[in-house]
Nanobody, 127 residues
Framework: QVQLVESGGGLVQTGGSLRLSCAPSGRSSNIYGMAWFRQAPGKERQFVAAISWSGAVTHYADSVKGRFTISRDDAKNSVYLQMNSLKAEDTAAYYC????????????????????WGQGTQVTVSS
């Protein structure tokens, strides 16, 4: 089982930026589609951004479109989330996810469509 590890979270002021990173720990298999989700206290885990295996196709939740950018480094089986113009409502634990199979679509937005997960990294945006 592949374990993903996130890093880069922290406390930032409204309007600031953070860059999250996610990489597998230890030995890893190929990780196909990858994504970021987030979960605020008392709320469901929600989709943030996804990227295809090739990295050529990306998809974002409407709430982050134009502010967040997802990218990946296939050589490292890693995925990144550049977050700009952060708002208080972006405060949440952020989780990266990966698929063990290629599938028939470029990206996936459902949490149950991912096989590998990280433990999460906290992002807090203060006003």
């Amino acid at each position: 089982q592949v374990q993903l590890v996130e890093s880069g979270g922290g406390l930032v002021q409204t309007g600031g930026s953070l860059r999250l990173s996610c990489a597998p720990s230890g030995r890893s298999s190929n990780i196909y589609g990858m994504a970021w989700f987030r979960q605020a206290p008392g709320k469901e885990r929600q989709f943030v951004a996804a990227i295809s295996w090739s990295g050529a196709v990306t998809h974002y939740a409407d709430s982050v479109k134009g502010r967040f950018t997802i990218s990946r480094d296939d050589a490292k089986n890693s995925v990144y989330l550049q977050m700009n113009s952060l708002k208080a409502e972006d405060t949440a634990a952020y989780y990266c996810a990966g698929r063990s199979t290629l599938g028939g679509r470029y990206y996936y937005t459902g949490r149950y469509e991912y096989d590998y997960w990280g433990q999460g990294t906290q992002v807090t945006v203060s006003s």
